[in-house]
């Protein structure tokens, strides 16, 4: 079922935090928050970690790797992260992450891994097959794909019936018009944020997950045709501070 993405965006619209998310390791599955800290990284511990194929140096995302969404990321009280496999094993350790992907992994921190950060992206962003891999940088610090962002923002609005998690926001919210904030300041709670930009969309989110997400390549066809390859904004962080569900957000 596609979502409906005609709701009427009017500028200047408020709106209420209606889910928090982190992902502690890129690509794998996240954890719900009531709140969180929000610093210049975005949310504390968001893409802290990732897997790094041992052979070619490159982050490992699920565009490459769907399996990676079958796997969640949990957060430790000591900044360090666990993996919980689909078969339920808990584990940090290399050598287990690298038999159930099949292929020689390292788990590593971001605050361990110096400069801009080298990802896989097919060619083809408008289907759901191989059709080659043309390297991207990501950003310094945490392991964000968008170097000009640190926080995503999407709305019920703009989302329709589609899930939520099929498009991996830090934010998302009741109401509608995050599109009309590009170029603003907002306040979320106690943070403020600027944003920059319309998040772009790849095979990613056609990708299924666990939790009862089934693969739907009519998701980015819709996309592109409806909303030009992008959904959801991403911002800065110009003012760190908590956020919380049920926080309004309004332009700054």
């Known amino acids: ?71 969640a990321a949990r957060s430790r009280p000591d900044g360090s992260v666990a993996v919980v496999l689909p078969d339920g094993t808990v584990t940090a350790d290399d050598a287990v992450l690298s038999r159930w992907v099949g292929r020689e992994v390292v788990l590593r921190r971001a605050a361990d891994v110096a400069g801009a950060r080298t990802y896989e992206n097919p060619f083809d962003v408008t289907g759901d097959e191989e059709a080659g891999w043309d390297p991207f940088q990501g950003a310094d610090g ?12 999407v709305s019920t609005g703009t989302l329709g019936s589609w899930d939520p998690r099929r498009f991996r926001a830090n934010v998302v919210l009741d109401g509608a018009g995050e599109d009309d ?20 969309r790849c095979v990613m989110v056609t990708r299924p997950q ?21 959904l959801a904004v991403g911002a800065l962080v ?15």
């Not at 110009?238 to 700054?252: F, H, I, K, L, Y």
């Open 1 to 71: 079922m596609v979502g409906h993405l005609d709701a009427a965006l009017v500028p200047g619209m408020t709106a209420r935090v209606r889910e928090l998310w982190r992902y502690p390791v890129k690509s794998l599955l996240g954890e719900r928050l009531s709140g969180a800290d929000v610093g210049a990284q975005g949310i504390a511990g968001d893409r802290g970690w990732a897997l790094f194929d041992v052979a070619t140096g490159l982050g490992l995302t699920a565009r490459r790797v769907p399996e990676l969404l079958f796997a």
């Open 142 to 153: 945490a392991f964000h794909d968008n170097a000009g962002a640190r926080v995503t923002l």
């Open 181 to 200: 904030w590009v170029g603003t300041s907002v306040l979320v709670g106690a943070v403020a944020l600027d944003v920059v930009d319309r998040v772009p």
């Open 210 to 230: 666990a939790g009862g997400i089934a693969r739907d390549t009519g998701v980015l066809r819709t996309v592109h045709r409806q909303r030009g390859g992008a």
């Open 238 to 252: 110009t003012r760190p501070g908590p956020v919380s569900v049920g926080d309004e957000v309004r332009p700054a």
